[in-house]
């Protein structure tokens, strides 16, 4: 008779790690804790106008989609602190909140509710996903493909 060999349970990390290479298996997170809820997409309120989709190229709607695909896979712990400001330097997608009088040439949608809490994820460099964050789900609004709609 063969000798079966099990494999050591590794617990997974009780910080959050620094690199998304050290991201926990989503099997691994305890769901009722607010930061380790998965991050969650809707397009309910997105504006058609200028910062859409259609007045993007090729490239562009794959990058963007890419990086809503990536967010996706994360919880909103994993995605606040790639945003730089409690452990400095933004990563990955960095998700970073913004204030109503962040917005440049964009006002706050009227149907959108006042406690929404605006953000936004970076696609690369230059694009930026800038949304509406209600308790787990981001609101999908603008796609902002020169990164010049937030101060």
Known sequence: MAKTRYKR????????????????????????????KLFQISFEYVQVGHYCL??????????FLKSLKK???RTWGLLYDTGGKPHGGKVGLGYTPYKDNDLRSISRPPELPQ??????LRANDKMRIIGAKIEDTFFVLWFDKDHKLIR
Not at 15 to 26: C, G, S, Y
Not at 54 to 63: E, L, M, Y
């Open 54 to 63: 259609s007045k993007c190229d090729r490239g562009q709607i794959k990058t």
């Open 9 to 36: 349970r590794i617990p997974p990390p009780s910080v959050t790690p620094e690199t998304t290479k050290d991201i926990p298996t989503l099997k691994s997170i305890d769901p009722s804790a607010y930061r380790n």
């Open 71 to 73: 967010a996706h896979q």
């Open 115 to 120: 406690d929404a809490q605006i953000g936004s």
